[in-house]
Structures are given as structure tokens and as C-alpha cells.
């Protein structure tokens, strides 16, 4: 089987969907011709600016709080990823441009498949972690988690990446329980003009975007991209082919109103179709999502915000199963403040789920399931004493079809003795809800879903300091203590007994650790970011579970991971970046993995301000190296080498 949870197809052939991309490309050269001579088009690359440290602490996130605040002085293990640095590393996915981020764990699996968490319990089928882009929820009810290989976006119209460790149940819901990540993409307004890109290079075929911004009224403006990638499979520890090459194809539009600073209106939209090999045919995986979102101000310290989504994806892997999806979500929320001491934020929303399982060896029953949910936050932030310390309360009720009400409370205290420093502690409540392969699944000769599979549940400890002790210098250290009650297991029918199985909430858990993050602006053209986390994850059953696994089958981790990166700028023209990670070996009795150090870097030339070449190399240490699966089986990640070239007007 080429993946535990297999890739899912649609019966469309790819070529229709290459097609769509091809009219978008054209598209986009044809409103260069007919409207580009209005417009005053910007360079995207001579309007990348370098930002100072002062400027990185102040960058606005929304994750903490739900409303803009500095990253500096946010009371939360939260790193934001600029698009500075998302450029300058050469990433080519959405899951690479993810290794920016230190305080998350990613391991690339094969040439499409990644396992990304937070705070532990990685796996392929990791489902503790929360990931929304635009504030669309990508999520699968599947199994809880996140078809990683159909996630992409088009890297250079992101604004930042916020990844939070911890949980934010007590705002976000059910699922984020060890972190949650969300990727914003830029207005259309900061995206005006043409841009192509083109690549290729070892294990990279090819690579390649164009997309194309105009006004359409001064107070409105578009964008519209296609995108495709390819790339070649990677070996097998065995030295044999992977057979895990994969072709994908995306296309998308945004468009933005601002109506005098006081309303805003966005309207976004994808498409996206993925082409691999499995046995004697393709997998697919196929969808698209159509997204929009009002905001009023009411005035500088309140303002109202309703938000609605459609998402379809289809995924169908020969003989395993095909499954289709359409997710239907709308949140509202409303800030204000009361008094002088009081800045409050809450909402509700609701999302209904329409899942058709067509299943082959994979078993689920029923085929169709509509699962719905329903919520309301709030959350007070109130100021004890003025500048200094702030104690924030609040918490989320949530309704779903498979454990009725769950709640999800949250207190967190902020002492800011000075512009520089802030320190925090917290505790949390946090659930991962039943996926439909915990409840659903049936399959009595191996293992089956149960339907008395319960909420796993996570009460977590933290504190954590931000400090600035210089101009040039900024250090975050966050510990951390996670208890968990219900965890995942596999129960045994009796005593002796090997068959039938049936899923259970018999494991417990601790977890603990602690992120360290430092930023060193050597000066205006060098800088050094550092990462290091320490984990321990210890899993056991309870005592009247028949479980002996010991979490191996929940949580595929290195204790320890590292990062050192730099960005140098060498001249007007030239710019140079690296990584250095490293992570140790993970010692999972069914998925042991070497430990392994690696290095990626890039250089990047700008002959002129439309223009821009560079070079990227990743996995430079080692000619292959593993990082995840059963050592019989598992692939090895390759070094590859790759140029870009991009043009914008």
C-alpha cells in the first residue's frame, strides 16, 4: 500500500484541469495587453523590503487574540514567518516554507507526503494540529488531520505564516490541541502587475506560475494565477524506485474592496487537481474552495467580521477508496472594549460537513455522513494594571454529531514590565474531536472504528518570556507540560486474544518540553536565527486497556531539533540565505529513523528590478537521507538542486 490513509482520485483526467490553468495563463497576458497601460504596475521584487528587528517584533498577528497585535507582545509561543524570509529560502510548497518555523516538527515522507505537528505526537496521520489558510479550516474529518500534499498556495503572494505551539482550542475549536497554523496571503491591492516564475532542476521537473493584478475601481482590486509543478519520485531505502512522482496544477483569483477604510470585502477562490502514480493506475486528488469576508469598523476599538467558505475536495486511490467532501463554514465574531480595562471578542459559528465515502479495501460505513457543528466564544482580555499586567479569560462551547457539547476553557496572565520584555503563563483545556476512521471504520479482521470512541483531551500547562535585551537581539523561551486523558489505543477483544481489534480511548500521556528561539541582526545586511525544542513524549496504557503499543502507533518524534539559519544580504544585487537543521533519531519501535543533520541554501541575483535569478540547493549534507517510516519501507529524502527565474512587471 502506498500510504496508510490513501490518496483519493477523481475520474476527470488532469489534462482538463492543465487546460484551465493554460486560459488562466492566457488570460492573465490578455489584461496586461488591454488594461496594463492604466495601471501602474509594481515590481514585486523592488518592493521586498528588508525589515529591521524592531519592525519583525511589531508585525501584526491575528492567531493569539483573534485581533491584530504585535508579535512582540504576544502572550504565547507564536512565530510569524514573513514573506521576506519565505522568499529568500527557496521554498517551492507550503510544507518547506513550514521548516521556517522552529517551534514545529516536519518531516517529509516521500516526494509529496509530509508529517507536520507541534509539541509532539507527529505522525502521517498527525491530528492534534490546527491549519487554516485565510482562516479556512484544512482539515479532513477523514482522520483529523491534513492531506499535506494537496495543501499549496502560491508562495509569493503570502504574507506571513502565524504558527502558535500550544493549544488555542479556547478560540479556534476542536483540533487544536498542540498548535494551530495559519497562512495569509497578501491583499490583491499589494499584488498589482504581472509576475512569472519558472524553474526546474534536479528532482524538481519543472516548476513554473504566472500572475497577473489590476484595478478594477480605485477602491477595488484582482489578481488572478495558475501555477503546476512536478517532480520526480524518491528511492527507497532498498535502493528501488519510489514510484511516488506527482504532477499538480492550481489556479485561483482574489478580489478586494475598501470602502473608505471602513468596509472591507474579500472574494477568493482555487482549483487544484494532483496526479501520482498507485499499482496499475493514477491517484487523484482534486478540489476547489470558494471564500469570502466582510468587515465594518465601528470604530478604533471594535468592529464586526462574518466570514464563509465552500470547500470540495475528492481524492480516490484505485481499489482503497474514493471519497468526496464538501465542507460548508461560517464564522462571526465581534471586539469591543468595555470600560477602560475590558477589550472583549466573540462569535459563533457553524459548519456542516457532507462526507461520501466510496469504499474499496478501506471500509466505512455509513457511506454518507453529514457531520455538523455548532460554537460560541468569548474571550476577555482585562487590564489589572495599565502597560503591565493583563489577565485574558475566555473559552469555546462546541456541538458535534459524534460527542455532543465540548468545552474548551482558557486563562492566561501577561506581565509586561517594559516595551521589551513579556512574560506568560497559561492553562488550557483542549479536545481532538472523533475522525470518521475512529468511529466509522469496519473492518473486523484488522482494525476497527468503535462507536464509543470518545474526545481525546489535552490540559496544558505553559509559560514562556519574550525579551529584546538589545537593539539587534530578541530571545523567546517557552516550557511546557501537556496531560492527556484518552489518547488513541488498540484494544484487544480479550486476554491472549489477536483478533478482533477495535479502536478505544485507553492511553494517557505527558508530554514536556521547552522551544527556544533567538534572533541576532549582526547588522543591516547579516542576520541569525537559531531554534531548539526538546520534547519528551511518554505514552502508557491505563490499566484496564489491553493496549501495548505505548503510543508507538500515535506519536513518530525526535526529542530533540534544531535549526541555524542566515540571511545576507551581500550587495544591492546578490543575496545569500542557508539552514542548518538537525534532528535526532526518532527511536518509535515501527518507525525508527537515524538521526540526520542537513543543510539548504540559496543565492539570488537581481540584474534589475523586474528580475530575479537564484539558485536553490536543499538536503546539500548528504546525497539521500530518511526522516520518516518503517525502515523496509520508507523513502529517502534527495538532494536537489534547482534554479528560479522570475520576472515581474
Given at each position: 500500500?502506498?500510504?496508510?490513509?490513501?490518496?483519493?482520485?477523481?475520474p476527470?483526467?488532469?489534462?482538463?484541469?492543465?487546460?484551465?490553468?493554460?486560459?488562466?495563463?492566457v488570460?492573465?497576458?490578455?489584461?496586461?495587453?488591454?488594461?496594463?497601460?492604466?495601471?501602474a504596475?509594481?515590481?514585486?521584487?523592488?518592493?521586498?523590503?528588508?525589515?529591521?528587528?524592531?519592525?519583525l517584533?511589531?508585525?501584526?498577528?491575528?492567531?493569539?487574540?483573534?485581533?491584530?497585535?504585535?508579535?512582540?507582545?504576544?502572550?504565547?509561543?507564536?512565530?510569524?514567518?514573513?514573506?521576506?524570509?519565505?522568499?529568500?529560502?527557496?521554498s517551492?510548497?507550503?510544507?518547506?516554507?513550514?521548516?521556517?518555523?522552529?517551534?514545529?516538527?516536519?518531516?517529509?515522507?516521500?516526494?509529496?507526503?509530509w508529517?507536520?505537528?507541534?509539541?509532539?505526537?507527529?505522525?502521517?496521520?498527525?491530528?492534534k494540529?490546527?491549519?487554516?489558510?485565510?482562516?479556512?479550516?484544512?482539515?479532513?474529518?477523514?482522520?483529523?488531520?491534513?492531506?499535506?500534499?494537496?495543501?499549496?498556495?502560491?508562495?509569493?503572494?503570502?504574507?506571513?505564516?502565524?504558527?502558535?505551539?500550544?493549544?488555542?482550542?479556547?478560540?479556534?475549536?476542536?483540533?487544536?490541541v498542540?498548535?494551530?497554523?495559519?497562512?495569509?496571503?497578501?491583499?490583491?491591492?499589494?499584488?498589482?502587475g504581472?509576475?512569472?516564475?519558472a524553474g526546474?532542476?534536479?528532482?524538481?521537473?519543472?516548476?513554473?506560475?504566472?500572475?497577473?493584478?489590476?484595478?478594477?475601481?480605485?477602491?477595488?482590486?484582482?489578481?488572478?494565477?495558475?501555477?503546476?509543478?512536478?517532480?520526480?519520485?524518491n528511492?527507497?531505502?532498498?535502493?528501488?524506485?519510489?514510484?511516488?512522482?506527482?504532477?499538480?496544477?492550481?489556479a485561483?483569483?482574489?478580489?478586494?474592496?475598501?470602502?473608505?477604510?471602513?468596509?472591507?470585502?474579500?472574494?477568493?477562490?482555487?482549483?487544484?487537481?494532483?496526479?501520482?502514480?498507485?499499482?496499475?493506475?493514477?491517484?487523484?486528488?482534486?478540489?476547489?474552495?470558494?471564500?469570502?469576508?466582510?468587515?465594518?469598523?465601528?470604530?478604533?476599538?471594535?468592529?464586526v467580521?462574518?466570514?464563509?467558505?465552500?470547500?470540495r475536495?475528492?481524492?480516490?486511490?484505485?481499489?482503497?477508496?474514493?471519497d468526496?467532501?464538501?465542507t460548508?463554514?461560517?464564522?462571526?465574531?465581534?471586539?469591543?472594549?468595555?470600560?477602560?480595562?475590558?477589550?472583549?471578542?466573540?462569535?459563533a459559528?457553524?459548519?456542516?460537513?457532507?462526507?461520501d465515502?466510496?469504499?474499496?479495501?478501506?471500509?466505512?460505513?455509513?457511506?454518507?455522513?453529514?457531520?455538523?457543528?455548532?460554537n460560541?466564544?468569548?474571550?476577555?482580555?482585562?487590564?489589572?494594571?495599565?502597560?503591565?499586567?493583563?489577565?485574558t479569560?475566555?473559552?469555546?462551547?462546541?456541538?458535534?454529531?459524534?460527542?455532543?457539547?465540548?468545552?474548551?476553557?482558557?486563562?492566561?496572565?501577561a506581565?509586561?514590565?517594559?516595551g521589551?520584555?513579556?512574560?506568560?503563563?497559561?492553562?488550557?483545556?483542549?479536545?481532538?474531536?472523533?475522525?470518521?476512521?475512529?468511529?466509522?471504520?469496519?473492518?473486523?479482521?484488522?482494525?476497527?472504528?468503535?462507536?464509543?470512541?470518545?474526545?481525546?483531551?489535552?490540559?496544558?500547562?505553559?509559560?514562556?518570556?519574550?525579551?529584546?535585551?538589545?537593539?539587534?537581539i530578541?530571545?523567546?523561551?517557552?516550557?511546557?507540560?501537556?496531560?492527556?486523558?484518552g489518547?488513541?489505543?488498540?484494544?484487544?477483544?480479550?486476554?491472549?486474544?489477536?483478533?478482533?481489534?477495535?479502536?478505544?480511548?485507553?492511553?494517557?500521556?505527558?508530554?514536556?518540553?521547552?522551544?527556544?528561539?533567538?534572533?541576532y541582526?549582526?547588522n543591516?545586511?547579516?542576520?541569525?536565527?537559531?531554534g531548539?525544542?526538546?520534547?519528551?513524549?511518554?505514552?502508557?496504557?491505563?490499566?484496564?486497556?489491553?493496549?501495548?503499543?505505548?503510543?508507538a502507533?500515535?506519536?513518530v518524534?525526535?526529542?530533540?531539533?534544531?535549526?541555524?539559519?542566515?540571511?545576507?544580504?551581500?550587495?544591492?544585487?546578490?543575496d545569500?540565505?542557508?539552514?542548518?537543521?538537525?534532528?535526532?533519531?526518532?527511536?518509535n519501535?515501527?518507525?525508527?529513523?537515524?538521526?540526520?543533520?542537513?543543510?539548504?541554501?540559496?543565492?539570488?541575483?537581481?540584474?534589475?528590478?523586474?528580475?530575479?535569478?537564484?539558485?536553490?540547493?536543499?538536503?546539500?549534507?548528504?546525497a539521500?537521507?530518511?526522516?520518516y517510516?518503517?525502515?523496509?519501507m520508507?523513502?529517502?529524502?534527495?538532494?536537489?538542486?534547482?534554479?528560479?527565474?522570475?520576472?515581474?512587471?
Amino acid at each position: 500500500m502506498y500510504a496508510p490513509i490513501p490518496y483519493l482520485a477523481a475520474p476527470a483526467s488532469l489534462r482538463r484541469f492543465r487546460l484551465c490553468t493554460g486560459i488562466a495563463a492566457v488570460v492573465s497576458l490578455l489584461l496586461v495587453s488591454s488594461a496594463g497601460q492604466g495601471l501602474a504596475a509594481t515590481s514585486s521584487i523592488a518592493a521586498l523590503k528588508r525589515m529591521s528587528l524592531e519592525e519583525l517584533m511589531q508585525q501584526q498577528v491575528l492567531l493569539v487574540s483573534r485581533t491584530a497585535e504585535p508579535v512582540g507582545q504576544s502572550a504565547s509561543a507564536i512565530q510569524a514567518i514573513p514573506a521576506e524570509v519565505i522568499r529568500r529560502s527557496g521554498s517551492t510548497r507550503l510544507p518547506e516554507a513550514l521548516r521556517l518555523a522552529t517551534n514545529l516538527a516536519v518531516s517529509q515522507v516521500d516526494s509529496s507526503r509530509w508529517a507536520v505537528s507541534a509539541r509532539g505526537f507527529n505522525s502521517i496521520l498527525a491530528n492534534k494540529l490546527l491549519v487554516m489558510i485565510d482562516g479556512r479550516t484544512v482539515y479532513s474529518p477523514l482522520f483529523a488531520g491534513v492531506f499535506w500534499d494537496s495543501q499549496d498556495v502560491m508562495l509569493e503572494d503570502v504574507d506571513r505564516i502565524e504558527v502558535v505551539s500550544g493549544p488555542g482550542g479556547a478560540l479556534w475549536g476542536a483540533n487544536a490541541v498542540n498548535g494551530v497554523i495559519d497562512v495569509r496571503t497578501k491583499s490583491a491591492r499589494d499584488t498589482q502587475g504581472l509576475l512569472v516564475t519558472a524553474g526546474g532542476g534536479s528532482g524538481l521537473e519543472r516548476l513554473g506560475s504566472v500572475r497577473y493584478g489590476g484595478a478594477l475601481s480605485p477602491n477595488a482590486h484582482y489578481r488572478v494565477y495558475g501555477k503546476f509543478a512536478g517532480r520526480e519520485g524518491n528511492l527507497r531505502a532498498s535502493g528501488t524506485e519510489g514510484d511516488d512522482d506527482w504532477r499538480q496544477s492550481q489556479a485561483g483569483f482574489r478580489v478586494d474592496w475598501d470602502f473608505a477604510g471602513l468596509n472591507q470585502l474579500t472574494l477568493s477562490g482555487d482549483l487544484y487537481e494532483m496526479d501520482l502514480p498507485y499499482g496499475a493506475g493514477d491517484a487523484t486528488s482534486r478540489g476547489g474552495n470558494l471564500n469570502g469576508r466582510w468587515s465594518r469598523s465601528l470604530s478604533p476599538s471594535s468592529g464586526v467580521q462574518l466570514e464563509f467558505y465552500y470547500d470540495r475536495a475528492q481524492r480516490n486511490q484505485p481499489g482503497e477508496y474514493n471519497d468526496r467532501l464538501d465542507t460548508y463554514d461560517l464564522d462571526f465574531q465581534h471586539r469591543f472594549t468595555l470600560g477602560r480595562r475590558h477589550a472583549i471578542v466573540w462569535g459563533a459559528g457553524y459548519r456542516r460537513m457532507e462526507d461520501d465515502f466510496q469504499s474499496g479495501r478501506i471500509i466505512i460505513l455509513p457511506q454518507r455522513q453529514t457531520l455538523e457543528t455548532l460554537n460560541a466564544f468569548v474571550q476577555d482580555s482585562i487590564i489589572l494594571v495599565p502597560d503591565r499586567l493583563q489577565l485574558t479569560v475566555g473559552g469555546k462551547a462546541e456541538r458535534n454529531r459524534y460527542t455532543g457539547s465540548e468545552a474548551q476553557p482558557s486563562v492566561r496572565l501577561a506581565w509586561r514590565p517594559s516595551g521589551r520584555q513579556t512574560y506568560w503563563a497559561a492553562v488550557s483545556r483542549a479536545v481532538r474531536t472523533p475522525s470518521r476512521l475512529d468511529r466509522d471504520r469496519f473492518f473486523p479482521r484488522q482494525i476497527a472504528g468503535s462507536p464509543n470512541f470518545d474526545s481525546e483531551v489535552l490540559v496544558a500547562w505553559e509559560m514562556g518570556a519574550r525579551l529584546q535585551p538589545h537593539d539587534r537581539i530578541s530571545l523567546t523561551l517557552a516550557p511546557f507540560f501537556h496531560d492527556y486523558e484518552g489518547i488513541r489505543s488498540v484494544e484487544f477483544a480479550g486476554p491472549g486474544a489477536t483478533l478482533p481489534l477495535e479502536l478505544g480511548n485507553g492511553q494517557m500521556a505527558e508530554s514536556y518540553g521547552v522551544e527556544l528561539t533567538a534572533h541576532y541582526e549582526v547588522n543591516e545586511s547579516w542576520r541569525l536565527h537559531a531554534g531548539l525544542t526538546e520534547l519528551r513524549v511518554n505514552i502508557e496504557p491505563e490499566p484496564e486497556s489491553r493496549d501495548r503499543s505505548f503510543g508507538a502507533l500515535e506519536s513518530v518524534d525526535s526529542e530533540r531539533y534544531a535549526s541555524l539559519r542566515t540571511s545576507w544580504q551581500i550587495s544591492a544585487d546578490w543575496d545569500a540565505w542557508a539552514n542548518l537543521r538537525y534532528a535526532s533519531a526518532i527511536t518509535n519501535r515501527f518507525a525508527g529513523v537515524p538521526a540526520y543533520l542537513e543543510l539548504d541554501a540559496r543565492i539570488g541575483w537581481s540584474p534589475s528590478p523586474r528580475w530575479e535569478i537564484s539558485v536553490t540547493g536543499q538536503n546539500l549534507l548528504n546525497a539521500h537521507h530518511a526522516e520518516y517510516g518503517d525502515p523496509t519501507m520508507r523513502h529517502q529524502v534527495e538532494r536537489r538542486i534547482f534554479g528560479m527565474l522570475q520576472w515581474s512587471f
